[in-house]
T-cell receptor
């Protein structure tokens, strides 16, 4: 149980284009999902908290117009990197919070974004 | 401010030897504590968690961790390491008072030598 998927697992795009990453909780409902960014050889940095049916909450320094988050259902959150640039290249990981038991975040497998 | 410290960036142990990965935290609330493992290019897998109760918690893959409130520590242990345990390990802390957001340590890379 508690499986989270991400799609795509990797994506290469041209500078200036937009990329959408999906995060799904497969066997539980997640009213809250989190989006993280991980640079090579570094830890995870929280970008934003995604709440079903409401606006996302962004961490300080994260551009909300750059990283659009939509959490339209209890099992799906999407992160759209708009007008991507090479500095947006990174590993993006989502997590979903399972509220059926003690609050625990379960992580997706990550999405490797490379912007050329 | 909340912070998590994993003092060891790299650790190398021989296969079959015991392992202890250190984690210290500074938190202004009653913490929830987690250990996750990440293989290269992969997401994070939950090894174990502590919310309350018995301070020694058992996890998957033979791992355990002990919460010591007096030392603000949550060290991860395994009595006998296997080559497949080579990965990066992250300690994380959260609290309901902070919206259950997780603060991660910098990670410890475990290398296992045969």
């Amino acid at each position: 149980g508690a499986v989270v998927s991400q799609h795509p697992s990797w994506v290469i795009c041209k500078s200036g284009t937009s990329v959408k990453i999906e995060c799904r909780s497969l066997d539980f409902q997640a009213t809250t999902m989190f989006w993280y960014r991980q640079f090579p050889k570094q830890s995870l940095m929280l970008m934003a908290t995604s709440n079903e049916g409401s606006k996302a909450t962004y961490e300080q320094g994260v551009e909300k117009d750059k990283f659009l988050i939509n959490h339209a259902s209890l099992t799906l959150s999407t992160l759209t990197v708009t007008s991507a640039h090479p500095e947006d290249s990174s590993f993006y990981i989502c997590s979903a919070r399972d509220r059926t038991g003690p609050d625990t975040q379960y992580f997706g497998p990550g999405t490797r974004l490379t912007v050329l | 401010a909340q912070s998590v410290t994993q003092p060891d960036i790299h650790i190398t142990v021989s296969e079959g030897a015991s392992l202890e990965l250190r984690c210290n935290y500074s938190y202004g609330a009653t913490p929830y504590l987690f250990w996750y493992v990440q293989s290269p290019g992969q997401g994070l897998q939950l090894l174990l968690k502590y919310f309350s109760g018995d301070t020694l918690v058992q996890g998957i893959k033979g791992f355990e961790a002990e919460f010591k409130r007096s030392q603000s520590s949550f060290n991860l242990r395994k009595p006998s390491v296997h080559w497949s345990d080579a990965a990066e390990y992250f300690c994380a802390v959260g609290a309901r008072e902070y919206g259950n957001k997780l603060v991660f340590g910098a990670g410890t890379i475990l290398r296992v030598k045969s």
